[in-house]
């Protein structure tokens, strides 16, 4: 009995779901998550914001979440911030403006520093926004760009294709360690590796950085151009780090639930792909990042499996030369 009334006082992870398109409701986005033509019974509704449960269930683990549909920023309460693990954006990508309309989000997402962003849209447009403006917006802002419905489909001839569409949301939200995780029978030799990467991730989370500075500005506090050069040099150098920092923490959350499993065919191809995903976003950096990068994908693993900080203290970067 008390472990029913705790299960339900427990405050479930939430995927925080908004959409920028006003032709396009956030709804239809959960429905194509849920691969349902309607939606679920909602567990809570405040006005125009929406609770809908959904249990993530793969051969792994199962985890309550709940999808959160919040219109604005204006929505936002103490409640949906504590819980929000991930955030998805839709953006209308066929106006050249599409992504000037999520400037409002941007502060709060970096407040709340969700382990998943994904920036949404139907597909790039040369009309509107392109490609390039898309994913340099990402990189800015340590999102991942996901198109419903993509002009461009993986090489059917790559052995291992990238996932696209719905179906790379889908697995991203599966390849995430929420805090509500249960770990299924036959895959408890995986439990250690996910339970310390949610210790890590919820004990030690990304707020405990300085927050940006442009999400907390200070009129009058730059007296001179020197200092301007000084504090924006600091702040780009913050933002690099914060950009790797998520791509990494994506990254070891997803290999962490592939090395967690069973050594079958799927899960092999789908390591071997995931490694080539991130040699291929690994690429996309300037040198000194790349090594970075690399050196917290390794440390991060290597503690995530269970090693001792000690015994790769030997290990350096071009962070610390």
């Known amino acids: 009995m008390s472990s029913t009334e705790e299960n339900t006082d427990m405050v479930l992870p939430c995927v925080l779901v908004t959409s920028c398109d006003s032709e396009f409701k956030e709804e239809e986005l959960i429905k194509q998550i849920l691969n349902s033509q309607t939606l679920p019974q909602p567990t809570k509704r405040e006005e125009t914001v929406v609770w809908y449960p959904w249990t993530i269930n793969n ?30 954006a839709y ?32 597909r790039v447009c040369e009309n509107g926004v392109t490609r390039h403006e898309a994913q340099q917006w990402c990189l800015s802002h340590a999102f991942e760009l996901v198109e419903i419905n993509p002009q461009e489909l993986p090489d059917e001839d790559d052995d291992f294709p990238e996932s696209t569409g719905v179906k790379r949301i889908v697995q991203a939200l599966n390849a995430n360690v929420w805090s509500s995780v249960e770990m299924k029978d036959g895959h408890n030799q995986g439990f250690g590796l996910m339970s310390s990467l949610v210790a890590s991730r919820h004990n030690n989370p990304r707020h405990s950085q300085d927050p940006p500075s442009c999400s907390l500005p200070a009129e009058g506090t730059l007296t001179n151009e020197e200092a301007d050069h000084t504090d924006n040099s600091a702040n780009q150098g913050t933002q690099e780090g914060s950009v790797v920092d998520a791509m990494t ?9 592939l ?26 950096l300037p040198h000194e990042q790349r090594k970075v990068h690399a050196e917290k994908v390794a440390k991060a693993f290597w503690m995530a499996i269970g090693g001792e900080e000690d015994e790769i203290d ?6 610390d030369s």
Do not use: H
């Open 59 to 88: 051969k792994y683990y199962t985890a309550d979440v709940q999808l959160c549909v919040v219109q604005s920023t204006y929505q936002m309460s103490s409640e949906i911030a504590q819980s929000t693990q991930a955030f998805i």
């Open 91 to 122: 953006f209308d990508s066929k106006v050249e403006d599409g992504l000037e309309k999520l400037n409002p989000w941007i502060p709060v997402v970096e407040d709340l520093n969700p382990e998943v962003l994904i920036l949404v849209c139907d």
């Open 249 to 257: 923490n994506l990254d070891i959350q997803e290999l962490a639930n």
């Open 259 to 284: 090395t967690a499993g069973d050594a079958d065919a799927d899960n092999f191809e789908r390591l071997f792909t995931k490694l080539k995903e991130m040699k291929d976003k690994a690429s996309s």
């Open 314 to 319: 030997g290990l350096s970067s071009g962070e």
